[in-house]
Protein backbone atom coordinates (compact mmCIF):
# COMPACT_ATOMS: atom_id res chain seq x y z
CA UNK A 1 0.00 0.00 0.00
CA UNK A 2 1.92 2.86 -0.92
CA UNK A 3 1.90 5.74 -4.06
CA UNK A 4 4.67 7.99 -4.43
CA UNK A 5 8.16 7.10 -5.83
CA UNK A 6 8.68 6.67 -2.15
CA UNK A 7 7.49 3.50 -2.10
CA UNK A 8 8.39 2.28 -5.12
CA UNK A 9 11.92 0.12 -3.76
CA UNK A 10 9.58 -1.26 -1.05
CA UNK A 11 7.56 -3.21 -3.14
CA UNK A 12 10.62 -4.02 -5.20
CA UNK A 13 12.29 -5.74 -2.06
CA UNK A 14 9.01 -7.13 -1.75
CA UNK A 15 9.45 -8.91 -4.77
CA UNK A 16 12.95 -9.77 -4.93
CA UNK A 17 12.53 -11.49 -1.70
CA UNK A 18 10.02 -13.68 -3.17
CA UNK A 19 6.87 -12.47 -1.01
CA UNK A 20 3.68 -13.06 -2.78
CA UNK A 21 2.28 -9.69 -3.55
CA UNK A 22 -1.29 -10.27 -3.94
CA UNK A 23 -2.37 -6.79 -4.42
CA UNK A 24 -1.07 -2.99 -4.65
CA UNK A 25 -3.12 -0.46 -3.38
CA UNK A 26 -2.36 2.99 -4.10
CA UNK A 27 -4.16 6.51 -4.96
CA UNK A 28 -5.99 7.33 -7.87
CA UNK A 29 -4.51 8.91 -10.98
CA UNK A 30 -5.06 12.20 -11.04
CA UNK A 31 -4.52 14.76 -13.89
CA UNK A 32 -1.49 16.39 -14.45
CA UNK A 33 0.37 18.25 -17.08
CA UNK A 34 -0.64 21.16 -19.85
CA UNK A 35 -3.25 18.19 -20.69
CA UNK A 36 -4.52 17.24 -17.22
CA UNK A 37 -4.51 13.97 -18.78
CA UNK A 38 -5.03 11.24 -15.69
CA UNK A 39 -1.21 10.16 -14.57
CA UNK A 40 -1.08 6.82 -12.46
CA UNK A 41 1.09 6.95 -9.36
CA UNK A 42 4.82 5.59 -9.27
CA UNK A 43 3.50 2.27 -7.34
CA UNK A 44 0.53 1.83 -9.61
CA UNK A 45 2.85 1.72 -12.64
CA UNK A 46 5.33 -0.44 -10.97
CA UNK A 47 2.89 -3.39 -9.81
CA UNK A 48 1.06 -3.03 -13.40
CA UNK A 49 5.17 -3.92 -15.07
CA UNK A 50 5.12 -6.55 -11.80
CA UNK A 51 1.96 -8.05 -13.19
CA UNK A 52 0.47 -7.40 -9.67
CA UNK A 53 -3.35 -6.53 -9.36
CA UNK A 54 -3.53 -2.52 -8.80
CA UNK A 55 -6.80 -1.01 -6.81
CA UNK A 56 -7.13 2.40 -6.15
CA UNK A 57 -9.89 3.43 -4.45
CA UNK A 58 -11.33 7.17 -3.61
CA UNK A 59 -11.34 6.26 0.02
CA UNK A 60 -11.74 2.67 2.16
CA UNK A 61 -14.00 3.74 4.83
CA UNK A 62 -17.11 2.32 3.35
CA UNK A 63 -17.92 -1.70 3.24
CA UNK A 64 -17.58 -2.58 -0.16
CA UNK A 65 -13.93 -1.77 -0.45
CA UNK A 66 -13.08 -3.26 3.22
CA UNK A 67 -14.51 -6.69 2.09
CA UNK A 68 -12.46 -6.53 -1.10
CA UNK A 69 -9.36 -5.52 0.89
CA UNK A 70 -10.67 -8.51 3.09
CA UNK A 71 -11.03 -10.77 -0.03
CA UNK A 72 -7.39 -10.80 -0.92
CA UNK A 73 -6.66 -12.82 2.45
CA UNK A 74 -3.51 -10.78 3.46
CA UNK A 75 -1.06 -11.85 6.01
CA UNK A 76 0.46 -8.83 6.17
CA UNK A 77 0.13 -5.20 4.56
CA UNK A 78 3.10 -3.84 3.94
CA UNK A 79 2.42 0.53 3.63
CA UNK A 80 4.63 3.55 2.38
CA UNK A 81 3.56 6.41 1.69
CA UNK A 82 0.22 5.29 0.79
CA UNK A 83 -2.14 8.45 1.89
CA UNK A 84 -5.16 7.44 2.78
CA UNK A 85 -6.27 6.62 6.39
CA UNK A 86 -6.13 2.74 7.33
CA UNK A 87 -9.98 2.60 9.42
CA UNK A 88 -10.07 0.12 11.91
CA UNK A 89 -11.42 -2.48 9.88
CA UNK A 90 -8.44 -2.61 7.41
CA UNK A 91 -5.76 -2.49 10.29
CA UNK A 92 -7.14 -5.70 11.60
CA UNK A 93 -7.91 -7.66 8.58
CA UNK A 94 -4.05 -9.17 8.11
CA UNK A 95 -2.94 -11.44 11.13
CA UNK A 96 0.08 -9.24 11.10
CA UNK A 97 -1.67 -6.02 10.74
CA UNK A 98 -0.24 -3.46 8.60
CA UNK A 99 3.41 -2.22 8.75
CA UNK A 100 4.74 1.00 7.88
CA UNK A 101 7.29 2.29 6.13
CA UNK A 102 7.85 5.85 8.32
CA UNK A 103 10.80 8.33 7.47
CA UNK A 104 11.93 9.08 10.48
CA UNK A 105 13.24 7.76 14.13
CA UNK A 106 10.33 7.58 16.10
CA UNK A 107 8.71 9.16 17.80
CA UNK A 108 10.21 12.38 16.35
CA UNK A 109 8.38 13.82 13.30
CA UNK A 110 5.42 11.61 13.61
CA UNK A 111 2.85 13.03 10.71
CA UNK A 112 3.11 14.14 6.39
CA UNK A 113 6.50 15.33 5.90
CA UNK A 114 9.02 13.84 8.61
CA UNK A 115 12.34 14.26 5.66
CA UNK A 116 11.30 17.62 4.79
CA UNK A 117 11.00 18.79 8.67
CA UNK A 118 14.27 16.98 9.93
CA UNK A 119 16.27 18.85 7.85
CA UNK A 120 14.42 22.08 8.23
CA UNK A 121 15.18 21.98 11.95
CA UNK A 122 18.97 21.20 11.41
CA UNK A 123 18.91 17.25 12.84
CA UNK A 124 22.27 16.34 11.74
CA UNK A 125 20.61 12.08 12.07
CA UNK A 126 17.30 10.95 10.96
CA UNK A 127 16.22 7.80 9.37
CA UNK A 128 13.65 4.64 8.75
CA UNK A 129 10.87 3.08 11.38
CA UNK A 130 8.75 0.01 10.73
CA UNK A 131 6.01 0.56 13.35
CA UNK A 132 2.36 -1.15 13.17
CA UNK A 133 -0.08 1.11 12.29
CA UNK A 134 -2.88 2.02 14.81
CA UNK A 135 -5.77 4.40 14.96
CA UNK A 136 -3.36 7.23 16.55
CA UNK A 137 -1.42 9.44 14.01
CA UNK A 138 2.20 7.43 13.82
CA UNK A 139 1.51 6.34 17.57
CA UNK A 140 1.83 2.74 16.93
CA UNK A 141 4.77 0.40 18.47
CA UNK A 142 8.05 -0.04 16.92
CA UNK A 143 9.77 -3.10 15.50
CA UNK A 144 13.00 -2.02 13.82
CA UNK A 145 14.85 1.08 13.26
CA UNK A 146 17.41 2.57 10.96
CA UNK A 147 19.91 5.58 11.12
CA UNK A 148 20.41 7.87 8.19
CA UNK A 149 22.76 10.62 8.32
CA UNK A 150 21.19 14.06 6.89
CA UNK A 151 24.74 15.37 5.58
CA UNK A 152 23.60 18.73 3.53
CA UNK A 153 21.14 16.71 1.58
CA UNK A 154 18.39 17.92 0.06
CA UNK A 155 14.82 16.28 0.46
CA UNK A 156 14.54 14.54 -2.67
CA UNK A 157 18.08 12.48 -1.93
CA UNK A 158 17.54 12.26 1.54
CA UNK A 159 13.96 10.48 0.60
CA UNK A 160 15.63 8.13 -2.17
CA UNK A 161 18.41 7.21 0.72
CA UNK A 162 15.60 6.59 3.23
CA UNK A 163 13.38 4.95 0.46
CA UNK A 164 15.97 2.27 -0.07
CA UNK A 165 16.97 2.17 3.49
CA UNK A 166 13.32 1.41 4.69
CA UNK A 167 12.91 -1.22 1.48
CA UNK A 168 15.51 -3.55 3.44
CA UNK A 169 14.71 -3.04 6.41
CA UNK A 170 11.19 -3.68 6.00
CA UNK A 171 12.65 -7.14 4.31
CA UNK A 172 13.79 -8.00 7.30
CA UNK A 173 11.22 -7.22 9.55
CA UNK A 174 9.13 -9.34 7.57
CA UNK A 175 11.82 -12.45 7.45
CA UNK A 176 11.61 -11.93 11.71
CA UNK A 177 7.94 -10.96 12.11
CA UNK A 178 7.48 -13.68 14.99
CA UNK A 179 10.44 -13.17 16.51
CA UNK A 180 10.62 -9.20 16.72
CA UNK A 181 9.00 -7.69 19.21
CA UNK A 182 6.70 -4.89 19.31
CA UNK A 183 8.51 -1.64 21.31
CA UNK A 184 6.06 0.95 22.29
CA UNK A 185 7.25 4.40 21.52
CA UNK A 186 8.74 6.72 24.20
CA UNK A 187 6.32 9.62 24.89
CA UNK A 188 9.83 12.02 25.27
CA UNK A 189 10.65 13.42 21.98
CA UNK A 190 7.44 13.61 20.59
CA UNK A 191 7.50 16.03 17.56
CA UNK A 192 5.15 16.29 14.44
CA UNK A 193 6.19 17.03 11.14
CA UNK A 194 2.96 18.97 9.60
CA UNK A 195 2.30 19.32 5.85
CA UNK A 196 4.48 21.87 4.14
CA UNK A 197 2.39 25.08 3.53
CA UNK A 198 2.55 27.02 0.52
CA UNK A 199 3.10 30.05 2.42
CA UNK A 200 6.04 28.60 4.05
CA UNK A 201 8.13 28.07 0.71
CA UNK A 202 8.90 32.46 0.18
CA UNK A 203 12.02 33.55 1.47
CA UNK A 204 12.08 35.75 4.10
CA UNK A 205 15.22 36.92 3.92
CA UNK A 206 15.16 38.41 7.63
CA UNK A 207 15.28 35.15 8.55
CA UNK A 208 19.48 34.03 9.46
CA UNK A 209 21.13 32.23 6.77
CA UNK A 210 21.23 29.41 8.37
CA UNK A 211 18.33 28.95 8.51
CA UNK A 212 17.43 29.36 4.89
CA UNK A 213 20.18 27.28 3.86
CA UNK A 214 18.27 24.37 5.58
CA UNK A 215 15.05 25.56 4.02
CA UNK A 216 16.00 25.68 0.87
CA UNK A 217 17.58 22.33 1.72
CA UNK A 218 14.61 20.87 2.79
CA UNK A 219 12.06 22.46 0.05
CA UNK A 220 13.95 21.04 -2.94
CA UNK A 221 13.29 19.67 -5.27
CA UNK A 222 9.25 20.08 -4.64
CA UNK A 223 7.27 22.43 -4.11
CA UNK A 224 10.94 24.71 -3.81
CA UNK A 225 11.44 27.58 -1.94
CA UNK A 226 11.47 31.20 -3.64
CA UNK A 227 11.84 34.47 -3.81
CA UNK A 228 11.07 37.28 -6.35
CA UNK A 229 13.72 39.56 -8.42
CA UNK A 230 11.86 42.11 -11.00
CA UNK A 231 8.21 40.63 -9.95
CA UNK A 232 9.59 37.01 -11.29
CA UNK A 233 9.60 34.42 -9.06
CA UNK A 234 12.70 31.95 -8.87
CA UNK A 235 12.70 29.02 -6.96
CA UNK A 236 15.86 28.38 -5.19
CA UNK A 237 17.04 24.46 -5.37
CA UNK A 238 20.49 25.00 -3.42
CA UNK A 239 22.40 27.50 -1.34
CA UNK A 240 24.86 27.79 1.05
CA UNK A 241 24.93 30.06 4.18
CA UNK A 242 28.53 32.25 4.08
CA UNK A 243 29.63 35.78 6.10
CA UNK A 244 28.38 38.79 5.28
CA UNK A 245 25.87 41.76 6.99
CA UNK A 246 23.79 44.49 5.13
CA UNK A 247 19.91 44.75 4.42
CA UNK A 248 18.02 41.78 4.35
CA UNK A 249 17.26 40.93 1.07
CA UNK A 250 19.87 43.15 -0.63
CA UNK A 251 22.68 41.49 -2.75
CA UNK A 252 25.80 42.24 -1.65
CA UNK A 253 28.39 41.36 -4.15
CA UNK A 254 28.75 40.48 -8.41
CA UNK A 255 27.71 36.31 -6.83
CA UNK A 256 24.19 37.39 -5.94
CA UNK A 257 24.81 36.61 -2.55
CA UNK A 258 22.23 37.92 -0.32
CA UNK A 259 22.13 39.59 2.99
CA UNK A 260 20.16 38.02 5.53
CA UNK A 261 18.87 38.73 9.14
CA UNK A 262 22.21 37.15 10.21
CA UNK A 263 25.15 36.42 7.74
CA UNK A 264 23.86 35.58 3.94
CA UNK A 265 23.03 33.27 1.99
CA UNK A 266 24.86 32.46 -1.65
CA UNK A 267 22.11 30.75 -4.63
CA UNK A 268 23.96 27.59 -5.57
CA UNK A 269 21.09 26.32 -7.78
CA UNK A 270 18.19 28.57 -9.67
CA UNK A 271 15.12 27.86 -11.64
CA UNK A 272 12.98 30.21 -13.74
CA UNK A 273 9.08 29.49 -14.21
CA UNK A 274 8.88 27.09 -16.91
CA UNK A 275 12.63 26.39 -17.12
CA UNK A 276 15.21 23.89 -15.95
CA UNK A 277 17.44 24.30 -13.06
CA UNK A 278 20.14 25.96 -13.51
CA UNK A 279 23.70 26.70 -11.65
CA UNK A 280 24.41 30.29 -10.28
CA UNK A 281 26.73 30.96 -13.28
CA UNK A 282 24.24 29.77 -16.41
CA UNK A 283 21.61 32.40 -14.11
CA UNK A 284 23.68 35.56 -13.91
CA UNK A 285 24.82 34.67 -18.01
CA UNK A 286 20.87 35.06 -18.59
CA UNK A 287 19.31 37.37 -15.60
CA UNK A 288 22.32 39.99 -14.60
CA UNK A 289 21.70 40.52 -11.02
CA UNK A 290 23.92 43.63 -10.14
CA UNK A 291 25.49 43.96 -6.34
CA UNK A 292 22.79 46.74 -4.72
CA UNK A 293 19.76 45.16 -5.99
CA UNK A 294 16.97 44.16 -3.79
CA UNK A 295 15.59 40.69 -3.65
CA UNK A 296 11.59 40.22 -2.60
Known amino acids: MGSPDFAVPT ?95 LPRWRGAAPVQRAIMAGDEVTGVTIMQIEAGLDTGPMLLTREVRINRKTAGQLADEIAQVGAAAMVEVLAKLNALPLITQPEDGVTYAAKIAKTEARIDWTRPATELERLVQGLAPFPGAWFEISEERIKLLGAEAVGGSGTPGRVIDDKMTVACGDGALRPVLLQRAGRSPISLDEFLRGFPVAQGMMLA
Open 11 to 105: LDALVAAGHDVVAAYCQPPRSAGRGKALRPTAVQGRAEALGIAVRSPVSLKNAAAQAEFAAFDPDVAVVAAYGLILPQPILDAPPFGCLNVHGSL
